[in-house]
Nanobody, 124 residues
């Protein structure tokens, strides 16, 4: 019954920024680790960022490190992904996901609940 709804995707020029939001419902948000994945056309879905709790140490894939920032607001039951200095290679469908095992928050196999995805397109 956990439900995740993403928003904030769109078209942006290279060098620009977007903030993705993921609204969580159906259970206690604070007990879930949250992750962001992306999938470009013809490629596998990859975990790009994750966080176990609001003050936890975030995980970032090398491809986004230094440009993207993950956060969560437990009072709002919402996770965010701030994306700065966007590049055309960031173009993908972005998904938020939730998992119960916070100790393995950087393990993509621990995420079992998924949002519908939101398209991010970065133009040259």
């Amino acid at each position: 019954q956990v439900q995740l709804v993403e928003s904030g995707g769109g078209l942006v020029q290279a060098g620009g920024s977007l903030r993705l939001s993921c609204a969580f419902s159906g259970h206690t948000f604070s007990t879930y680790a949250m992750g962001w994945f992306r999938q470009a056309p013809g490629k596998e879905r990859e975990l790009i960022s994750a966080i176990a709790w609001s003050l936890g140490t975030p995980y970032y894939a090398d491809s986004v490190k230094g440009r993207f920032t993950i956060s969560r607001d437990d009072a709002e039951s919402t996770a965010y992904l701030q994306m700065n200095s966007l590049k055309p290679e960031d173009t993908a469908v972005y998904y938020c996901a939730a998992g119960l095992n916070y100790r393995d928050y950087a393990n993509p196999n621990r995420y079992i609940y998924w949002g519908q995805g939101t398209q991010v397109t970065v133009s040259s």
